[in-house]
């Protein structure tokens, strides 16, 4: 189309240079399709800008989200780490944990004794069982 524009534009002027009359309303009308084509490039970049922008708001937008959840996540792996730490364990390079080195000669030993009266009172709520 803009070929053709610039092809009835020149052969107009040449027209006109041989009668020697300028015609204003082919140049008018070169000069609105002109316009016209600008307008609508115009037009389309606003439209691409606008896409860009709402693309970057909803990306933007998106990270907050995952920057909000990777620090409650840090958090999180922060609280268990004071909790092994709390119980002595460590975190190895292979990431297991493994206890402090306790040395053989100590033993931990719990123990719950009954005493006889305990003992009494559950043989006569179960009778069925053998004692022991």
């Known amino acids: 189309m803009l070929i053709y524009m610039f092809g009835v534009f020149h052969v107009n002027c040449l027209q006109s240079a041989v009668s020697s009359e300028v015609?204003?309303?082919?140049?008018?009308?070169?000069?609105?399709?002109?316009?016209?084509?600008?307008?609508?490039?115009?037009?389309?970049?606003?439209?691409?800008?606008?896409?860009?922008?709402?693309?970057?708001?909803?990306?933007?937008?998106?990270?907050?989200?995952?920057?909000?959840?990777?620090?409650?996540q840090e958090r999180e792996i922060s609280a268990l780490h004071s909790i092994l730490r709390k119980h002595g364990l460590t975190l190895?390079?292979?990431?297991?944990?493994?206890?402090?080195?306790?040395?053989?000669?100590?033993?931990?030993?719990?123990?719950?004794?009954?005493?006889?009266?305990d003992m009494t009172a559950v043989e006569q709520l179960t009778p069925d069982l053998p004692a022991v």
Do not use: M, W
């Open 23 to 72: 015609k204003f309303d082919d140049i008018f009308a070169c000069l609105h399709c002109f316009t016209g084509i600008i307008q609508s490039v115009r037009v389309l970049a606003d439209r691409r800008l606008q896409h860009e922008r709402r693309s970057r708001a909803a990306v933007e937008q998106e990270l907050a989200k995952f920057r909000v959840y990777c620090q409650a």
């Open 92 to 117: 190895g390079d292979d990431g297991l944990a493994a206890r402090a080195a306790v040395s053989p000669a100590t033993i931990s030993v719990v123990a719950e004794v009954n005493s006889s009266a």
